[in-house]
């Protein structure tokens, strides 16, 4: 089980993944957009959400306290990548 942190516009929204093995940061932004289209983030539902919405966003991957796999979704900031 993994856990998908999206954050676009402000909102931030978890979702829950079954993942079979590893995914590629491409694979993860097509999911995003594609759960976000659909109203299946919670709280983060955009029906016509652009192609190209996280194209430049970073995808970073860290282990929870519980070896948990958590991936997060998030525009690049100013300060550093």
């Not at 709280?43 to 970073?58: K, M, P, Q, S, T």
Request: proline content about 6%.
């Amino acid at each position: 089980m993994a856990t998908l942190n999206i954050t676009y516009n402000g909102l931030s929204s978890d979702l829950p993944l079954e993942l079979d093995g590893h995914v590629s940061d491409g694979d993860v932004r097509r999911i995003a957009l594609e759960v976000v289209r659909s109203g299946g983030a919670p709280g983060l539902h955009i029906a016509h959400l652009r192609e190209d919405a996280f194209v430049h966003y970073v995808v970073d991957r860290f282990r929870g306290p519980r070896g948990d796999e958590r991936i997060y979704l998030r525009p690049k900031v100013p300060f550093g990548a």
